[in-house]
């Protein structure tokens, strides 16, 4: 099932087409697959380069790892991830390497990486879903995350399945449409709460 954003402007399809799906299929990931993912991951940008995530990767049916950080899960979570061959968990790390400081854009740069993982996931026709809903302190524990390094999202990644796979009531959220805030609450001109004006979108030529 496929779900691409409405935009008054064209986008690139690896974006428009990225959604988040609770139907997974079990089948596992291939290393190269998995191996891209980490890539893209790896060459996000960052400020003063300081990389400050890092990535505990599970498998599903591989060792004991990936059922520790499923059982982190909150209880709606834990409902459609049973399925997910890959969790992944993303760490922070509050602290700059080169002078011990706080880095204040940890997070946003965490978000990067995960952003490039995503949209190298979705060239890939893998799915990924992120998750805020689960236990830091469990995870924390579950996995020896240092106490200046912050527990951020588990990843579910795999290949989608149909959403008939999915029991009530996760089907009509996996059926619903995908919604957002449009460009004018979320781009201003000159000072907060001035829309932007745009012309209209010029029209689209060729293929592109
Ligand atoms: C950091 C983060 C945490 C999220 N936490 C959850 C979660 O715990 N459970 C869930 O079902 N979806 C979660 N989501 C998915 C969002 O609900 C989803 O990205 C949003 O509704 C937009 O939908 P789309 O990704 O399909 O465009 C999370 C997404 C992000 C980026």
Same mark, same amino acid.
């Given at each position: 099932?496929?779900?691409?954003?409405?935009?008054?402007?064209?986008?690139?399809?690896?974006?428009?087409?990225?959604? &988040?799906? =609770?139907?997974?299929?079990?089948?596992?990931?291939?290393? @190269?697959?998995?191996?891209?993912?980490?890539?893209?991951? %790896? +060459?996000?940008?960052?400020?003063?380069?300081?990389?400050? +995530?890092?990535?505990?990767? *599970?498998? !599903?049916?591989?060792?004991? @790892? +990936?059922?520790?950080?499923?059982? *982190?899960? &909150?209880?709606?979570?834990?409902?459609?991830?049973?399925?997910?061959?890959?969790?992944?968990? &993303?760490?922070?790390?509050?602290? /700059?390497? =080169?002078?011990?400081?706080?880095?204040? *854009?940890?997070?946003? $740069?965490?978000?990067? @990486?995960?952003?490039?993982?995503?949209?190298?996931?979705?060239?890939? $026709?893998?799915?990924?879903?992120?998750?805020?809903?689960?236990?830091?302190? /469990?995870? /924390?524990?579950?996995?020896?995350?240092?106490? $200046?390094?912050?527990?951020?999202?588990?990843?579910?990644?795999?290949?989608?399945?149909?959403?008939? &796979?999915?029991?009530?009531?996760? /089907?009509? %959220?996996?059926?619903?449409?995908?919604?957002?805030?449009?460009?004018? @609450?979320?781009?201003?001109?000159? %000072? +907060?709460?001035?829309?932007? !004006?745009?012309?209209?979108?010029?029209?689209?030529?060729?293929?592109?």
């Amino acid at each position: 099932m496929r779900k691409p954003a409405t935009t008054a402007f064209a986008l690139h399809p690896l974006i428009a087409e990225r959604w &988040s799906p =609770r139907a997974f299929a079990e089948t596992p990931l291939a290393d @190269a697959e998995l191996g891209a993912l980490l890539e893209a991951a %790896r +060459w996000a940008p960052s400020a003063f380069n300081e990389q400050p +995530w890092r990535l505990i990767v *599970t498998r !599903r049916g591989q060792g004991v @790892a +990936w059922q520790r950080l499923f059982d *982190t899960l &909150s209880e709606g979570n834990r409902v459609w991830c049973a399925r997910v061959p890959v969790l992944i968990l &993303s760490v922070a790390m509050l602290h /700059r390497r =080169r002078d011990g400081l706080p880095n204040r *854009t940890a997070q946003h $740069d965490l978000g990067l @990486a995960t952003a490039q993982l995503m949209l190298q996931a979705r060239a890939l $026709d893998l799915a990924t879903h992120a998750m805020a809903g689960f236990d830091r302190d /469990r995870a /924390r524990a579950a996995f020896a995350v240092p106490e $200046d390094c912050e527990p951020v999202a588990v990843i579910a990644v795999g290949r989608q399945d149909r959403p008939e &796979s999915l029991p009530e009531p996760v /089907r009509a %959220r996996e059926l619903a449409p995908r919604e957002r805030l449009g460009l004018d @609450a979320i781009a201003f001109a000159g %000072r +907060w709460g001035e829309p932007l !004006r745009l012309a209209a979108a010029p029209e689209r030529r060729g293929a592109g």
